[in-house]
């Protein structure tokens, strides 16, 4: 396994490395069972594409990713609470019994949906308490399997394109961010900030469907897009390290959620509002 994962990096590096790494494997990876294999084999993957693409941790956008890191955490938790909260919504006005709605629900794609939303929210929540080595693959498998379960269902849910490859760009932004700057990226109380985010998306979509906030439309696509980008604004007038990057990773953090925006025809307002995101905090100096 090893040297097929070793294949990945750049043939210089590999010359120089190659040996250590494949002996630092067989030591870590010696008796212990596949799944901790193929995790610290997955980890070996993930560096060797961050070697060849130059996003080493130093880089400038290593430490983009690092600022985007919690935010992308959190609009795939926003995107997969909504969808739940969509199938919660479904399953208390429909006249059907229970049990005949969750047979339908957990079959095919929406099966897939279902699981994968539930994978993310995990992932995610685990992921921006610390613990990585379960939340960031948790995360990033959820998603994926998220962008099946939308291909599969087609046009049933969202978009079969947009929605599946905005799943996948998102689990990129997850992924990519470099193990030692993760802890960076929850600092400056940014994992608070990024729960607030879930929260702000989610419990005033809530609150609407239960009727709690009469006469408010339940049109909800561009509100997602509201917080995360005015969330960058209020980062980048906060100050402090890397504040003027924070408007770019909250765009950078935004595909799922500017895809669910696009799905339920608020494209244009949301391009705009993710252009002002980004413009803002320069426009106001």
Sequence with gaps: MIEHVL???????????????????????????????????????????????????????????????????????????????????ALTISPAPLGMQLREELSGAWGVLLVSSFTVL???????????????????AGLLAFAAGAVLSGPAYGDPVVTPGAAVLTAAVV????????????????????????????VPRA???AHAVPGVSTDYG???LVVLGVTGVVLARRGG?????????????????????????WGAAAAVLLLLALLGPKLTT
């Design 7 to 89: 294949r990945l990096y750049p043939a210089a590096y590999r010359q120089a490395h190659g040996g250590e790494i494949a002996a630092t494997y067989r030591e870590m990876t010696a008796g212990e069972p596949l799944h901790a294999r193929l995790r610290e084999a997955a980890a070996l993957a993930a560096h060797a594409i961050r070697t060849r693409t130059g996003l080493g941790s130093a880089t400038p956008a290593a430490r983009l990713l690092a600022l985007a890191h919690p935010f992308a955490l959190a609009a795939s938790a926003a995107a997969c609470g909504l969808y739940l909260l969509r199938c919660y919504i």
């Design 122 to 140: 995990a992932g995610a929540a685990s992921a921006l308490a610390g613990r990585w080595r379960f939340g960031v693959p948790c995360t990033v």
């Design 175 to 202: 992924l990519a961010c470099p193990p030692d700057r993760r802890t960076e990226s929850l600092a400056a109380g940014r994992a608070g900030v990024a729960g607030a985010v879930v929260a702000l998306v989610v």
């Design 207 to 209: 609150a609407v469907e």
């Design 222 to 224: 561009c509100w997602p």
């Design 241 to 265: 390290p890397g504040s003027g990057r924070a408007p770019a990773a909250v765009v950078l953090a935004s595909p799922l959620l500017l895809a669910q925006a696009y799905t339920t025809g």
